[in-house]
């Protein structure tokens, strides 16, 4: 039985987002459009610095599975939090989506990840995450049963950071594996791609079913500046990859050949933090229930567009009315 | 010498806002628009029951004084949080916003309180609070070297619910009084003033120069269903009145008589949370700053519209600037 369209491990935090300028990022030594991570210590001191915030739940699965569960799937959510008050909303914020969230929250450790998320007024996001909790997700909180459940298995490459997220994301697909199970993938960031590069190489070819990534991401992986050169080496490692090229819209890659899809037109662009977390749920969402490839494209960028027009990392509108909508 | 425009005390409050359907408050008991007192318990089960949620600093006169600090003036708030991650929050957004605050958190008391807004499609907001420990505030939180340095105090009707609220109430009403510092207040909510309608008459009559409320709010006052009536026994109480009637405006009773003035025009409303807020936020910043009736009514009426145009209840764009762009 596969109750699950999409089980998704991951970095579970609370964004902290707030409005800055350039000049801020420049002289807060922030790369612009890039995660960073920073230390508690950093953290309090970024924060100070920081405009007034919306905190909103996040995490690049979370948010993944979110839109998953706004599009009428059903998924499921491992990460870890601590038993504090960010931790309680950011479970509460997965159940009330209407995702099976049930990994145990961390006691007496450190509290909840969060990430100081500074918008820019052209609607890049730049983030600074302290990892906090999050990293102390182990082997231990991937549940067998769960990942056995699932349609597609989704990792993020964040959780290539810490160590034990490193040991889960192993052990979630090697049950996959066994179970027959289908594994997905985010590299998530340039930066962290530049960190893991053979590793996530590695865990590609060996363990890979479809990987998600943007334009920066798939270039820094095979070190190269020609994107169609990078899309191709990506293609020649796994059997679907969807490459994300913002305005421009993506290509899914896989046996069938290179597919170009174009975005979905946007009013104003308030924030781009999970839009490319949001096309993934698109399409994790049309992979699991059989649509060809151009159909889980569009529904990626169907979301991805709902949430570009607002500050917060997931959907205020349901996924599944604007996919009616379009005919979806 | 006046370092503030503006000086306000209330119930510090962190907003927990969903998007809800009117039979959600049916469900649930909640009187829609209004704002309902709940306790640690209730507020478990009732935020178990909604839709993913936003985070952001709220608190009435939070709001007011986070509008009157984007507009260019300056302001202080007196409120108490609890030494917790909800706390830091509220008052960094305080501090972030360039609003002074300084009051000692609550150690080992109750939490952080926070308000659990539902939105529905309509805009209108419905709110159910926990106090915690913004009960703790008390007559001792007041500095008397603040409310002297200020133009306008302003005081939150909902600060009539707790005891302790209601002695720093009096305080500082009395200190600015001593010290020729104009006073101003908010009714608040319906339901308030059905609670402490002769409290709150009594201390109007004795304190206030400057009332602020809404249509349901001055009739609620003087039990009469008739606007006109209840609009005129308010003006016979204090200096200045200025009543909110939604889309249709504002009045603003004065010794100089009857002034209505339109509402901004605004695209879509999508949550009406720090409407009532902001406007008292314009106003005053209007009234510090020596402008005429119409001119704070109309700074109150920008303020306002831009906040319900999103999620969340203070401005998300530089009130300063909205007024300069429109000749304000």
Not at 59 to 87: C, E, M, R
Not at 104 to 133: C, H, K, Q, W, Y
Not at 152 to 176: K, S
Request: hydrophobic share 50%.
């Amino acid at each position: 039985m596969t109750a699950y369209d999409v089980v998704a491990l991951g970095n579970a935090i609370v964004d902290v987002i707030a409005q800055a300028d350039d000049a801020f990022l420049v002289r807060e030594g922030l790369a612009k459009g890039s995660m960073g991570l920073i230390d508690e210590s950093r953290a309090h001191e970024l924060y100070g610095l920081m405009g007034q915030a919306l905190e909103a739940s996040g995490g690049s699965a979370g948010n993944t599975v979110a839109g998953v569960a706004s599009f009428g799937g059903s998924a499921a959510y491992i990460g870890k939090v601590a038993d504090d008050q960010l931790g309680e909303v950011f479970a509460h914020d997965m159940r009330a989506g209407g995702v099976h969230y049930a990994t145990p929250p961390l006691v007496g450790g450190a509290a909840t990840a969060r990430s100081l998320i500074n918008v820019t007024p052209d609607g890049e996001r730049t983030m600074s995450t302290f990892l906090g909790a999050s990293i102390a997700l182990t082997a231990r909180d991937v549940d067998p049963a769960l990942i056995r459940a699932a349609k597609l298995v989704y990792l993020e490459g964040y959780l290539f950071d810490p160590d034990g997220g490193r040991a889960a994301f192993a052990a979630a697909a090697e049950i996959a594996r066994d179970a027959g199970v289908r594994v997905s993938m985010t590299l998530s960031d340039a930066f962290v791609v530049d960190r893991h590069r053979a590793g996530l190489l590695a865990f590609m070819e060996d363990a890979v079913d479809v990987v998600f990534a943007n334009e920066a991401e798939v270039k820094a992986l095979f070190e190269v500046d020609d994107f169609d050169a990078a899309a191709a080496a990506l293609a020649s490692k796994v059997k679907i990859a969807a490459v994300t090229r913002g305005a421009a819209g993506s290509v899914v890659l896989s046996g069938d050949g290179r597919l170009a899809v174009p975005a979905e037109p946007v009013e104003r662009v308030v924030d781009t933090t999970g839009a490319g977390d949001q096309y993934a749920a698109g399409f994790l969402f049309g992979l699991a229930r059989g649509r060809p490839f151009a159909d889980c494209a569009r529904l990626g960028h169907l979301a991805a567009g709902e949430v570009i027009g607002h500050y917060g990392p997931r959907p205020q509108t349901a996924l599944k009315a604007l996919a009616e909508a379009k005919g979806l």
